[in-house]
């Protein structure tokens, strides 16, 4: 089992730069994917970026391509993304999802295991 706690959300203006972090903890070490995604308010949830447990595969929706970046740390056993020249579409729940499947998906069924989700909202 993965516990996944979000951190780092919160309010910054349009053009700034915000940082979220994800731990995963639980009692098997393993490796897994781990992945961000989001959801607007009044939107479905959509997909952010994910990365492979070796960090060498990324994948980006087309939303934040250029602007935002994901990244992990596994001695710390935890996922970062770093949001950068943020707007106010940017503003959601971003919630961090690992699984066990070896391969970065942003297809959310991928994900077994999910956070409770971190605010960012970004001002105009």
């Known amino acids: 089992q993965v516990q996944l706690v979000e951190s780092g959300g919160g309010l910054v203006q349009a053009g700034g730069s915000l940082r979220l972090s994800c731990a995963a903890s639980?009692?098997?070490?393993?490796?897994?994917?781990m992945a961000w995604f989001r959801q607007p308010p009044g939107k479905e949830r959509e997909s952010v970026a994910a990365i492979s447990w070796s960090g060498g595969s990324v994948r980006y929706a087309d939303s934040v391509k250029g602007r935002f970046t994901i990244s992990r740390d596994n001695a710390k056993n935890t996922v970062y993304l770093e949001m950068n020249s943020l707007k106010p579409e940017d503003t959601a729940v971003y919630v961090c999802?690992?699984?066990?499947?070896?391969?970065?998906?942003?297809?959310?069924?991928?994900?077994?295991?999910w956070g409770q989700g971190t605010q960012v909202t970004v001002s105009s």
């Open positions: 639980g009692r098997t070490y393993s490796t897994y994917v």
């Open positions: 999802a690992a699984d066990f499947r070896g391969t970065p998906s942003l297809v959310r069924g991928h994900y077994a295991y």
